[in-house]
């Protein structure tokens, strides 16, 4: 192992035990409260991305968000992964908000995007975002716009459809009906850090019927 990338993890390791001391002097009870156990208060479901760190991004603190992340946020009903986070969140932690958060110059968008074969296990993970893609362009939201508005548009769909997959969620319903849990979708901007929101609402009569057909007595 070259000295560059042992270097660079002790790096980490140092900044870590920065990081416990910088905060056991500020804020005395955060780390002894964390390890009686946790209850917060957002699912954030997010891109693997480095540049994405949710609780720095949010000016969190431990405890504060629950997380789960993948390649290109993709959310579908059948990864077991993201599905088993959700219920989790919502059943027993009982988050009060899910976060479904894509972001600008994703990798995974853009090869998407490309529809250029990536290999390994990616070119079945990208599918679903490969398929928003084709109905972009079906549709014509990409006529007139450049790579850049391209790639942000898909984007935008990713998230808005992870939005409605997480609506369907049967627990993400009840929870929504028994105690007013909120699911929104945004959209973080990695060169200037600002995340913005995405008109992902839905109507009442719409949400009324959903409610009434995943109803649980």
């Not at 270097?7 to 870590?16: G, M, R, V």
């Not at 990208?126 to 084709?134: A, G, H, I, K, Y």
């Not at 929104?184 to 850090?193: C, E, N």
């Amino acid at each position: 192992m070259s000295s560059e990338k042992t270097s660079a993890f002790h790096t980490l390791l140092s900044q870590n035990k920065s990081f416990a001391s910088k905060t056991q002097s500020q804020n005395p009870d955060l780390l002894s409260k964390c390890a009686k156990g946790q209850s917060p208060s957002t699912l954030w479901l997010g891109c693997s991305d480095s540049r994405c760190p949710e609780t720095t991004l949010l000016a969190a603190q431990p405890g504060d968000v629950f997380v789960h992340r993948n390649i290109a946020n993709i959310i579908t009903p059948h990864d077991m992964s993201s599905q088993s986070v959700i219920y989790y969140a919502v059943n027993y932690l009982k988050v009060q908000h899910v976060v479904v958060a894509g972001h600008t110059s994703c990798g995974g968008v853009a090869a998407a995007l490309g529809n250029n074969v990536v290999g390994g296990t990616m070119d079945a993970w990208l599918m679903p975002v490969r398929e928003l893609r084709s109905q972009l362009l079906e549709s014509g939201a990409f006529e007139g716009v450049d790579d850049k508005e391209k790639g942000l548009r898909l984007v935008e769909a990713n998230v808005k459809r992870g939005v409605d997959v997480v609506r369907r969620n049967p627990e993400v319903v009840r929870a929504m009906g028994e105690r007013g849990v909120e699911v929104h979708g945004v959209v973080y901007d990695v060169g200037t850090g600002e995340l913005r929101e995405l008109d992902t609402g839905e109507e009442e009569a719409g949400m009324r019927k959903r409610l009434e057909n995943f109803k649980v007595g």
